[in-house]
């Protein structure tokens, strides 16, 4: 036996003693005999394979494990039979089973088991189908399904299976989160709308609107998870389609193959060597490596593939046997029919082959060939074949692990680059974060990329909102013992700031100061919890509003009440109320501006038509809202205004008519928006309806005290009538009688002389004429009998004629449009006294030196006017004292459903101005 052999033999003796498995050493400098072929072999072996294969397979990498524990949702993963390999923080938090309980258990099986009662299983029919068969009856669809935990209680969970294929199998994913919080808060959200809802149909219009707008928050909460769960199919997609990158043999393993089968044949003297890898997909065929000792013997030509189907005997004896070995074509078996004209085809004399196997998975074979000579193999020679066949099977293997845990990485990184969450690991200092790693997601998050992240500290702890950073950095200093959470702003390289909720945990013990955590992005949850919170002050606000609102009848209390509830829904540098009066915008209430060194705007009179904005939109019962003064080109800077850079005036009406305006200012551009506006005008509306219950109890005041001031005056007004009647009566009717009487006792003594008596009797007729002359008169002014006979305006006539005798003041009466008017009696009499009133005012305040009666019929109304060029008086006062006449001309007027208004001024004479319906007196009987 050569040195060679004898070596081969003594190695192959030494591993059957011990009883180990017959590999090469694995330190390349092992010393190998003269001219050996094993020197090789050992380099390839020295990579320690089965290790890394392990940890690709089981998943033992650390920092994975922490990654995916840190996840919000439960994350697992089975094999191809449907058994768990991989179970995450969240499955265990879901299902309430450890790790540990759940490993090589069929998902399907822990699925079924705690199912919650009439509830369908987690997965489809088809998903359960593909856990032990086909993954094309996969969907991946979303489900909700509930489940019943360990501990008794249940929980409702978003349940999705994917597959991922790998070079060996089609691994199931599942991802699964908990949601029964989420539907809860669901339910409680409509347990508040329906008592909103309630509380609406008892409050105004405006406050229906909030209701509305929370409801559209609350959708738009809803578009945000629907989101999610989109981004979630599109990371399956493209799982699956990153894949498809994965099996790509390196160049350099094709080299070092060629070597091996180059170095061997040599050795050997054979011919021709090959390695078939074969395909494990589908029809059995072979990716083939070939060598030939010349260039003629090359069969394959390095045929890229070769269909091994026809070869059904040599594929059998490969799997059972491990090896095939004849020395010439005659020891073929008979069934071997394809492989023996194959092989007489090339005119191969010898034929061996072995199995490359690692870890009972078969990869290929490894075969050699004779075509000059027929050889005879012997036992070194196919022992030297094994050891190679599993040198190269280990390496293959290491080889496909390696291949792995790349898949596992891109296929991880695609599915940090789908959540909605950035995965970082950091160190903490006292400087700040000194971040190693960071998902390639963060710059879809912040528009800062992960090389930016990694340049230093102080792109983190810079963009940190101001009102933050305190606090941040006393949570990153003390709470480094146990897991961290926290939610604060950080400004994205657009400059706007997003809420972020911050979930760290320490690396490991030995490295304290290293943090593995999670960034999400919360801003659509902190601006729904915002619009909910700012909706909840609203409702409280229009409560309370209404409340004390319906408590008071005081307009200076409702318009404090409106001011301090305006204070409570918007933000606002300044708010204030303006009132209508003689066409100008009067302040009536203001808060705020003291900060500003506005303090003399309470008082303040303003001109509508300076300001357009409120003359057109205001003033018309519409809100303004101006965004940025300064780009407005219709805005008034005044000395009080300059400040404002934002602005909304909202009207308040009473009875659909403008009153006045509630006014909002802020110094600070683009302030305001449509949802102030809302939310205002919510309050308005109640304060408006407040505003006309206080007009009209006013009114109603006012009114029960003009009544009452009538009533006094109407008492006053008969003791006096009842004392002139009973003077004039004394003065007048009752001289005359006593005249009378003295006449009829004088007539009783002379009443035997008829010449007396005949003279007496011419004096006594005089007397009662006079007598029936005063009568006449008092019954005249107790009811003017020329109406009767005269009409309206033939009494006026003669009445202004008297008054202008009596007084010595020039009057005048002009009528137009009286022909064919007939008038009923009450009215006649009401529009007499009227005049009679007016005139006798003018003779005893007016000073006047003339005076004009004007009787008017147009359309369906008469109009009067009296008019006076005197001294006037103050009209915008109130009507009560010395004022009764005209108090009493009112009322008469209000009796037939007219208007009376009084026009006057100190120096500017007296107008006064009846109009009253008209309605033939014919037509009405």
Known sequence: MTDHSSWLENRKSSTLKSGVRFSAPSNPTTPTMPGSPLGCTDLLFSAKPEQAVAEAIHGNTPDLRKLLDCLPDGVALADSSGRIVEWNAGMERLFGLARSEVLNRSYDEIARHYAAPAQALPVKSTQRQFIGGSPSAWDGSVVKVRIKRTDGSERLMQHQVFSIPTRDEVLTGILARDITVNVATEHELRKTKEELEHRVEERTAALSQAILTLQQEIAARRQVEESLTYRLKVEKIVSRISNRFLSVTPEALEDEIRFALQTIGEFISADLGYVFMFDKEGVPSARVYEWAKTPSDIILLDTEYVSLEPFGWARQQIKVNTQIQYSTIDDLPPEAVAEREFFSSYGIQSFVAVAIFADDNLFGALGFATRQ?????????????????????????????????????????????????????????????????????????????????????????????????????????????????????????????????????????????????????????????????????????????????????ATNQIVQALLGSVERVVQCDGCNIMLIEDNLLRVVAARGYEALGETNLLGASFDVEKFFGLQQNVMNGLPHLVADTEADANWCFTLETHWIRSYIGLPLQVQGQTMGCLNVDSATPDYFNETHVARLKALTAQASVALTNAQLYAETNHKAERLRALSQRLVEAQEIERARIARDLHDGIGQILTALMVD??????????????????????????????????????????????????????????????????????????????HFSDDMEIALYRIVQEALTNVARHAQAKHAEVLLTHVDDSLKVMIWDDGIGFDSSAPILGQHMGLLGMRERVEMFGGTFTVESGPGDGTTILVEVPYVDSNFAR
């Open 373 to 553: 000579s027929v050889k005879i193999w012997a036992e070194e020679d196919v022992l030297l074949f094994r050891m190679v066949a599993e040198i190269l099977g280990k390496v293959l293997h290491h080889h496909q692990a390696e291949h792995a845990l790349e898949a596992i990485k891109i296929r991880q990184t695609a599915m940090l680059s789908l959540l909605p969450a950035a995965v970082y690991i950091c160190y903490q200092t006292p400087a700040g974060r000194i971040v190693t790693w960071v998902s390639s997601n963060i710059e879809r998050l912040t528009g800062f990329s992960a090389s930016q992240f990694r340049e230093g500290t102080g792109l983190w702890r810079s963009r940190i909102h101001p009102d933050d950073q305190a606090r941040v950095a006393d949570t990153f200093c003390h709470d480094m013992g146990g897991p961290i959470s926290l939610e604060y702003r950080w400004q994205c390289a657009d400059g706007t700031y997003r809420w972020i909720l911050d979930q760290a945990i320490m690396k490991s013990a030995s490295e304290p100061n290293q943090l593995v955590g999670v960034w999400l992005d919360i801003t659509a949850r902190h601006e729904s919890e915002q619009a909910e919170h700012e909706q909840r002050i609203l409702a409280e606000a229009l409560r309370d509003t209404a409340e004390l609102l319906n408590n008071t009848l």
């Open 744 to 821: 009829l006792h004088y007539f009783e003594r002379q009443s035997q002389k008829p010449d007396l008596l005949l003279a007496r009797v011419s004096d006594s007729k005089k007397t009662v004429n006079n007598g029936l002359a005063d009568l006449r008169k008092m019954l005249s002014d107790l009811r003017p009998t020329m109406l009767g006979y005269l009409g309206l305006v033939n009494a006026l006539q003669q009445y202004v004629d008297n008054f202008r005798r009596q007084f010595e003041i020039s009057a005048e009466l002009e009528t137009v449009g009286l022909n064919d008017v």
